[in-house]
């Protein structure tokens, strides 16, 4: 069941970016172990039912005390038949739970050791407290963002946390992984939203050292500067999103639009795009985005309706790909990439806080009276009013 099936992980319970890495992991079949705190935690999002909790899908919940020194020696008993470890704190947080590297290296000197921050390991920021929308400043991206004239326009928290964050620490620790197969040594992956989301912008930071990206939002060809890469309003208020750019797809976009070449501005002639701009949205305005659906369909001018949250998966080709997936009676986004032959499959529904305790230990060579002596003791922990 994908291919990081038999890798064992353990997650240190987060927000963020730590559970959508862990989630990535196993949702390409690693099995992940969430230790979740042994009392209730300030996540940023109280009060939800943990089915509403898609970042935490495939993953079995541990609670333990980590404050406590039996709480900390339960994870190192775990690292030591683990292939993985992450976390989300800030710097030296571990450290000071005795749970940092240099500790963790040493009960198992194979592991590798992830680590989740908005500005890194070291640095003068390195400490401080922040969230995507700080880390994505320091990169550029922000400023580079939003249309001509007008204040930068946080994309979510897509290029921060998850794109510069998550999937980079992901992504890093497959690959220290992979040399610890051939050097038998583990290490540390220091992953920072602010060097991911950096990381991101290269093509960008490539075009403006050519200087064929300027320094302002909104005149740019990416960044809806480009009257055939952007978004129009249909007659039904709806939107249709064109990214014409090479100059066949551009040739085909204005064909399908029934507008003639010849009596346009040019397609690359910046001083008249706000002409050719004009142009384009009165003829988009014209039909409904269904019209314009039929008659884009099977082309190559790089068209595409804007879907709503609630039209994603009932989308002809997002259904035959089965590209959203309902668990628990929640939509979200099934695994991705596809394997030809490691198929990934969503595990189990994200779990209440220390529901899989004591099977988890069991499984992870726990004896049962152990584990009863420490859930007695308050060391481990059990969903709320379980006896």
Aim: charged share 25%; aromatic share 8%; net charge neutral.
């Amino acid at each position: 069941m994908g291919p990081l099936a038999g890798y064992r992980i353990i997650e240190m319970a987060g927000i963020g970016p730590g559970p959508f890495t862990a989630m990535l992991l196993a949702d390409m079949g690693a099995e992940v172990i969430r230790i979740d705190r042994r009392e209730s935690a300030d996540l940023g999002m109280p009060g939800r039912a943990p089915r509403f909790e898609v970042l935490n899908r495939g993953r079995k919940s541990l609670a333990v005390d980590v404050k406590s020194e039996e709480g900390r020696d339960i994870v190192k008993r775990l690292v030591t038949k683990a292939d993985a470890l992450l976390e989300g704190f800030r710097p030296g947080v571990m450290e000071r739970l005795g749970l940092g590297p240099n500790e963790l290296l040493k009960v198992n000197p194979k592991l590798v050791f992830g680590r989740m921050t908005g500005f890194g390991q070291e640095g003068p920021m390195a400490p401080a407290a922040g969230h995507d929308i700080n880390y994505i400043a320091l990169s550029g991206a922000l400023h580079a963002i939003g249309r001509k004239g007008d204040r930068p326009v946080p994309p979510l928290n897509l290029v921060g946390d998850f794109g510069g964050g998550a999937m980079f620490l992901a992504f890093g620790m497959v690959c220290a992984l992979l040399e610890a197969q051939r050097s038998g040594k583990g290490q540390v992956v220091d992953a920072a939203m602010v060097d991911g989301a950096s990381y991101l912008m290269a093509i960008v930071y490539g075009m403006f050292a050519q200087g064929t990206w300027a320094d302002e939002r909104g005149v740019n060809v990416l960044d809806t500067g480009a009257p055939w890469y952007d978004v129009y309003e249909t007659k039904d208020g709806k939107w249709l999103s064109v990214g014409a750019i090479e100059a066949r797809f551009y040739a085909e976009l204005l064909q399908r639009l029934g507008l003639e070449p010849a009596t346009l501005p040019k397609q690359h002639d910046r001083s008249r795009w706000g002409e050719l701009r004009a142009v384009f949205t009165e003829t988009i305005k014209s039909k409904t985005r269904a019209e314009w659906e039929a008659i884009f369909e099977g082309s190559d001018a790089c068209v595409a309706p804007v879907l709503s949250l609630g039209e994603v998966d009932q989308y002809a080709h997002n259904k035959v790909r089965g590209t959203f997936v309902v668990q628990d009676g929640v939509k979200q986004p099934g695994p991705a990439p596809r394997f030809s032959r490691t198929r990934c499959e969503i595990g189990a529904p994200p779990s209440t806080r220390g529901a899989d305790s004591e099977a988890v230990l069991a499984a992870w060579g726990f004896d049962a009276s152990e584990i009863g002596d420490l859930v007695k003791r308050g060391v481990v922990g059990t969903p709320p009013g379980k006896a």
